[in-house]
């Protein structure tokens, strides 16, 4: 069968015509042949039977009249006849008279075949060994009286061999028309499948992609000349292509008899149809090209809908991918269809790969269990889970996400898979915590200000009173340095309190224009000759342009002078060198100061710390531990920021000057103040920067 | 499975033509046809041999005389057996070497075997009721030529026999009493060959293969089945003459004869099997017969020339 299907489809037909050829032969030449044969049989019967009958008639006179002679005749006549083997007549008593037997007469003959009386012809077969003969014996019967027998013998060797001659020639006449068969066969094979050839081609071509070629014959006439129709905004004018009766929508006095667009039967009384219309291969190329075209328009309109699809699936995948949030759905069977940049990066697996895989293929087994876990209860229940979650990632470092994990429902309201939406609020934590920090800050600051305003008056009346009772006792007597001591303490313990009043905002302050520059070099000047008997070496790098800025000159003075201080605490005994650098922005509207070391450093870890109330690193007593929380407060009371970074950058050139110890790694503080009123981050005023 | 069942039809209808393409066999005889044997034609027996004047076909006198002989061989006990002399000429010769018997012929044969020592016992009653016959001249119904026995001058004349009476004898006569003469015919033939020549001669004449034709007076009623008799036209009719007479041969032991007699003459229209017999062989009766009623006749054949040795 397989080899059967493999053969071409000519060669197919050309088998199928053959064997019905043959088959017709085998079935109908033992059919026809045997119906000869017994048709041929039946014949021969009836040709001996009429032999017999008539010799017997005619042997009535000469059996009467006892004419042996006459009756030897008419055997021998008979005898000559073809096929007859032998010829006798008998008497009535059943004596041989005559006979066309030469030497002797075969005895058996007499008892082989008995006629009676009544019968006109008795017929039996004889079997001779070498031949068979069929034996007639027709009684002679003259006035109902029998007066003897007729017997003829005809050779069935000759019947057989007429039979053969048919056979064969029948068997002839089969191979011809056998032969002149299969070269019809074969034209007609050829036609068809030069025809389907030509549909497959054009198949092959549609394959390939070529979907303007055609395979079925244009038409013999168009509509629009065989109706002289000029509907130009008929679909079939001027459509050389298609036959009008595959088009729906034509305007031809047929197509109000048109109800269904694939209704072509009330085309079939119209001339156009009936001139183009062709048989049932026609009909298939002209379907097959009528296909090719609709199918080039939907490939058409498909490449649009891809494109546009592709488009929007491009944008979606950018939303998607920008987004630094982690998302990603699973379906009801828990695995990922999708998932965006920002998880796969979370995951460390490439986005094309998340698809089809599992949260345990991508997550630890106890991270995959617990969200396997959630997100099952959220798909069996159908509620919402929005939590925040605390995690650790590779370096150990506190992460914080915020979970949303929504079940995704189809039209019909069934759950079908799970959005989960992790966002990293980190940072939003730790201004959180930065914000508490502040607030319990202020809390302090309040308190500290509060009892600060409290102790003042006490103070003053401790020192007030120390300072009396020093005039009252001898000097250097013990009694008079032990209230030195305590002056000298209550003093500390006023610059605490002012330190603290002036923290917590309980100062007034006067601000008003003046020069940037001037109040620097002014704090400068105060602590450079302090500084220098530490070795400290104050170098500036001043803007030219001499910034106007609107402040509380006391105030600020304060800031630079903690500032020096903080840097002049930096280093060791050894000394080193501050550089001072004033720079104006003016685009963005900001004066900035920037005070650097060449000191130990702080640790990074510190640098978050260091504006912090009664943070210190310095030794107890060397330092309160407000001198830059104060200064912080200044200067966000004036808009503007200020902050530490260590190392120093390399922007910062210090000279190297003899007996300097080597550069530590520095600390450089930057304070930026806006130019007008306005808070840092707004661009300043043109015309009040004039 | 479609192959298969297809296959299975094919098969089946294949097999049913096969089936109807068989034809019974006949049944088988074996026969040596090496055992040859030598024929010998064997004796007949002993018996008293009855011949009628072949003047018509041999299955036709075998018909008449099978109830007659029948009748005489139980009445008188004799062997008698019929035999068919193929010609005139035959039975005379047959009567002339001992071979027939008893001889039923017409008169002017019995002339000749009176000649030849025949002797007369027995004459028929004709079915008309006479016991004595005419001849008839017959012509075609359409023939406008012949009117009258003076039109047969010149045209084409069929008898039965040179030894017929009816047939030929009878008709020469009354040719001659109209004048005529065998040289006045155009041609002048006889029946051929052995055995229904009075039919031979119907047909003749009907075929149109001659122009007249002589019969004897019943033969018309004999052929009715064979011909159309209304194509057929009786131009004219002989006297009548004695019919046809039973003779013995020479020789021939009276006492046999007599008792054949006999029995013949016992023979009665009355008798219902008998009438049977009779009918059959186209008689009413018979009749005792001498020489001397045939003496008309032999007058006639002598005044024509057919006489004693004559055809």
């Given at each position: 069968m397989r080899i059967f299907s493999r053969l071409r489809f000519r060669t197919k037909l050309n088998l199928g015509i053959t064997a019905i050829v043959v088959g017709m032969a085998v079935i109908l030449l033992p059919f026809v042949g045997n119906m000869t044969a017994s048709a041929l049989i039946k014949e021969n019967k009836q040709r001996g039977s009429a032999l017999a009958e008539s010799l017997a008639v005619r042997a009535v006179d000469p059996l009467l009249s006892q004419d042996y002679l006459r009756l030897r005749n008419m055997v021998d006549e008979t005898g000559d006849v073809g096929d007859v083997v032998y010829a006798f007549i008998q008497n009535r008593h059943g004596r041989v008279l005559t006979h066309t037997f030469h030497k002797g007469f075969p005895s058996d003959l007499i008892e082989a075949n008995h006629v009676k009386k009544d019968n006109r012809v008795r017929i039996q077969l004889l079997d001779t060994g070498t031949d068979r003969i069929y034996d007639f014996a027709a009684p002679v019967i003259v006035a109902d009286e029998r007066i003897g027998t007729v017997r003829i013998g005809l050779s069935k060797a000759r019947i057989n061999m007429t039979i053969n001659q048919l056979t064969t020639t029948l068997a002839g006449l089969f191979g011809g028309v056998l032969f002149l068969v299969t070269a019809l066969g074969t034209v007609f094979a050829r036609t068809v499948t030069k025809r389907l050839g030509t549909l497959r081609e054009h198949a092959e071509e549609m394959v390939k992609g070529n979907l303007d070629s055609t395979s079925a014959s244009p038409p013999a006439v168009h509509c629009w000349e065989a109706m002289n129709c000029?509907?130009?905004?008929?679909?079939?004018?001027?459509?050389?292509?298609?036959?009008?009766?595959?088009?729906?929508?034509?305007?031809?006095?047929?197509h109000g008899r048109k109800n269904r667009d694939d209704d072509t039967d009330s085309c079939h009384n119209c001339q156009v149809f009936q001139q183009n219309v062709g048989d049932e291969i026609q009909d298939l190329a002209e379907t097959f090209d009528l296909m090719a075209l609709t199918l080039k328009n939907h490939i058409q309109e498909l490449r649009e809908a891809e494109s546009n699809l592709t488009h929007q699936q491009s944008l979606m995948g950018t939303v998607l991918d920008v987004n630094p949030d982690r998302v990603s759905m699973v379906d009801t069977r828990m695995i990922y269809q999708a998932a965006n940049r920002a998880f796969a990066m979370s995951v460390g697996v490439p986005a094309a790969k998340i698809p089809g895989a599992t949260d345990f293929k991508l997550f630890p087994e106890d991270e995959a269990e617990s969200r396997n876990l959630e997100a099952r209860e959220v798909l069996r229940t159908g509620r919402r889970v929005d939590r925040q979650e605390r995690m650790e990632n590779e370096d150990g470092e506190e992460q914080w996400f915020h979970v949303v994990q929504i079940p995704v429902r189809d039209d019909k309201g069934l759950i079908t898979g799970l959005l989960r939406t992790d966002r990293d609020i980190t940072d939003i934590k730790v201004y959180e915590e930065q914000l508490i920090q502040a607030q319990k800050m202020e809390s302090v600051g309040k308190l500290a200000g509060g009892v600060a305003h409290e102790i003042n008056t006490p103070l003053g009346i401790i020192l007030g009173y120390a300072q009396l009772l020093q005039d009252d006792v001898e000097q250097n007597s013990q009694i008079h340095k032990d209230l030195a001591t305590i002056e000298k303490q209550t003093k500390v313990c006023r610059k605490i309190v002012a330190d603290l009043l002036g923290f917590s905002r309980q100062t007034e302050s006067a601000k008003r224009e003046m020069c940037f520059n001037n109040s620097v070099m002014e704090a400068a000047s105060l602590v450079k000759h302090a500084f220098s008997l530490d070795k400290v070496t104050i170098l500036s790098d001043l803007d030219d342009r001499f910034p106007i800025i609107y402040g509380d000159p006391e105030k600020l003075k304060q800031v630079w002078i903690n500032l020096l201080n903080n840097a002049k605490d930096a280093f060791a005994e050894e000394g080193g060198t501050i550089m001072l650098r004033t720079r104006l922005d003016t685009p963005k509207g900001i004066v900035s100061l920037q005070v650097a070391d060449t000191g130990s450093g702080i640790p990074s870890a510190n640098l978050k710390k260091i504006f912090d109330p009664f943070f210190s690193t310095k030794s107890v007593g060397k330092g309160t531990g407000l001198g830059l929380s104060v200064s912080f407060g200044i200067i966000e009371d004036h808009m503007g920021t200020i902050e530490a970074s260590s190392p120093v950058p390399d922007v910062f050139s210090f000279p190297q000057l003899p007996d300097m110890p080597p550069p530590g790694p520095g600390t450089v503080f930057t304070v930026r103040l806006p130019l007008?009123?306005?808070?840092?981050?707004q661009p300043a005023d043109p015309k009040n920067m004039e | 499975m479609q192959l298969i069942r297809f296959a299975t039809i094919a098969l089946s209808l294949f097999a049913v033509l096969l089936l109807g393409a068989c034809s019974q066999e006949d049944s088988v005889v074996h026969v040596d046809m090496k055992k040859r044997a030598r024929v010998t034609a064997s004796k007949p027996a002993k018996s008293i041999t009855y011949a009628y004047l072949p003047q018509y076909s041999h299955t036709i006198s075998f018909k008449r005389h099978r109830k007659l002989l029948e009748y005489l061989r139980n009445e008188t006990g004799l062997p008698l057996r019929q035999i068919f002399p193929d010609t005139f000429d035959e039975h005379i010769k047959m009567v002339e070497r001992g071979e027939i018997d008893i001889s039923y012929t017409n008169p002017l044969i019995y002339i000749r075997l009176a000649e030849l020592g025949s002797r007369a016992f027995a004459r028929i009653i004709e079915p008309?009721?006479?016991?004595d016959f005419r001849g008839q001249i017959i012509v075609r119904r359409d023939n406008p030529l012949i009117k009258s026995l003076k039109d047969c001058r010149g045209k084409r004349w069929i008898a039965v026999d040179p030894g017929s009476a009816g047939g030929y004898l009878f008709p020469m006569g009354l040719f001659m009493e109209n004048g005529l003469s065998l040289s006045d015919f155009d041609e002048v033939a006889f029946a051929p060959g052995p055995g229904g020549k009075q039919e031979k001669v119907v047909l003749a004449v009907n075929a149109g293969a001659y122009d007249l034709g002589t019969i004897r007076k019943g033969t018309l009623d004999i052929v009715r089945n064979k011909t159309d008799l209304d194509q057929i036209r009786v131009l004219a009719e002989t006297r009548s003459y004695p019919g046809w007479v039973y003779s013995a041969r020479k020789g021939l032991d009276p006492a046999i004869v007599d008792r054949i007699a006999r029995a013949m003459f016992r023979l009665s229209m009355a008798d219902q099997r008998e009438a049977d017999i009779l009918r059959t062989a186209g008689v009413r009766g018979i009749i005792s017969a001498q020489d001397a009623d045939y003496n008309p006749v032999r007058q006639l054949a002598d005044r024509l020339g057919m006489g004693t040795g004559d055809k």
């Open positions: 000029e509907m130009t905004d008929c679909p079939a004018y001027k459509d050389t292509r298609r036959r009008c009766w595959y088009l729906a929508g034509t305007q031809c006095e047929y007008d009123h306005c808070p840092v981050d | 008309s009721g006479n016991p």
